[in-house]
């Protein structure tokens, strides 16, 4: 597929549970509401096959398509595979994040606490993903981003909703972005339901930023 210049957006599309035989129709209405990030966690039914499908429809030269839930060398290794350039990881792994920035992929490391964050920054992660984020808080957050260096970008992840009130807290304490899991995407959704949420949180993002 040829897709126009887009314009980068910090949301991230956890797709967990989807399927090879829906990811395109799923991807097309999250493209078309502006979303760039999509992981495909690898507990998702045949999630290497979705990956692979996502990665040659769109190439990855102005998307961040590939996988979450990467805790392990090989499991890095079989995406990395497909051509992907997206690792995103429930933990802090500094193996898996040398190994997936050695290979150009754009990580997202998760972590919790500044010794984590630290880890994952000097084995070469330039974004963190804070999960969860209800460990967290605002306040943790922003006590975390105090000490890190400036060009790290944090991603909070875990319950993150569609308004304001969730979004504008962290976004005014540094937050480059979201990852946004079940209440964005779930298998039980239509495609009708996908559409609306992906362009509410679109909606509510830029008038939060």
């Not at 395109?24 to 992981?39: N, P, Q, W, Y």
């Not at 039914?45 to 040659?56: G, K, W």
């Not at 994040?97 to 997202?108: L, P």
């Amino acid at each position: 597929m040829v897709v126009e210049t887009r314009v980068d957006l910090p949301l991230i599309a956890i797709l967990r549970g989807i399927t090879p035989e829906s990811i395109l129709e799923v991807s097309e209405v999250l493209v078309a509401a502006g979303f760039t990030k999509i992981e495909i966690p690898l507990n998702s039914p045949r999630a290497i096959e979705s990956i692979s499908l996502l990665v040659s429809e769109y190439g990855t030269k102005e998307f961040e398509l590939g996988a979450g839930t990467v805790t392990r060398i090989d499991l890095a290794e079989d995406v990395l595979a497909t051509g992907a350039n997206l690792v995103v990881t429930p933990n802090c792994n500094t193996d898996v994040i040398k190994m997936s920035v050695g290979a150009g992929c754009i990580t997202y490391p998760g972590v919790v606490t500044p010794t984590e964050a630290f880890n994952a920054v000097h084995a070469g992660a330039t974004n963190l993903k804070l999960f969860p984020i209800s460990m967290v808080g605002v306040a943790g957050m922003s006590a975390i981003k105090s000490v890190l260096p400036k060009h790290i970008n944090l991603y909070p992840v875990g319950g993150i909703d569609a308004t304001s009130e969730a979004m504008a807290p962290f976004l005014n304490k540094g937050a480059k972005g979201f990852g946004l899991g079940s209440q964005l995407y779930s298998p039980s959704m239509s495609i009708n339901e996908i559409s609306e949420r992906a362009k509410a949180f679109v909606k509510v993002f830029s008038t939060c930023k």
